[in-house]
Nanobody, 121 residues
Framework: VQLQASGGGLVQAGGSLRLSCAAS????????MGWFRQAPGKEREFVAA????????YYADSVKGRFTISRNNAKNTVFLQMNSLKLEDTAVYYC???????????????WGQGTQVTVSS
């Protein structure tokens, strides 16, 4: 599986961005898809995940109520809608794929290249 993340950019606090992650391969719906982020000097942290069918989602407490993960299996794409962005959301955001659900980055098998999200005051 190859993953290509896009949609990052510069946004003011309180604004919104929508990240996309396009996947190659014919087994996209078999994978749990996750979004992680890594700020400078910090470890990569879990943001959100969605099961293959799209019926179950998980969020880090820090983004719950502001971010929404979704997927379109027909287009092999997963999205992260980010609303009410805060300065502390600034990070490189990565999409990842795993055959099983986890919040642990090391248990994801495939990773996209990352897309920078910068929130300004």
């Amino acid at each position: 599986v190859q993953l290509q993340a896009s949609g990052g950019g510069l946004v003011q606090a309180g604004g919104s961005l929508r990240l996309s992650c396009a996947a190659s391969g014919r087994t996209f719906s078999s994978y749990v898809m996750g979004w992680f982020r890594q700020a400078p000097g910090k470890e990569r942290e879990f943001v959100a995940a969605i099961r293959g069918s799209g019926d179950t989602t998980y969020y880090a407490d820090s983004v719950k109520g502001r971010f929404t993960i979704s997927r379109n299996n027909a287009k092999n794409t997963v999205f992260l809608q980010m609303n009410s962005l805060k300065l502390e959301d600034t990070a490189v955001y990565y999409c990842a794929a795993s055959l099983g659900f986890s919040q642990v980055a090391g248990l994801y098998d495939y990773w996209g290249q990352g897309t920078q999200v910068t929130v300004s005051s």
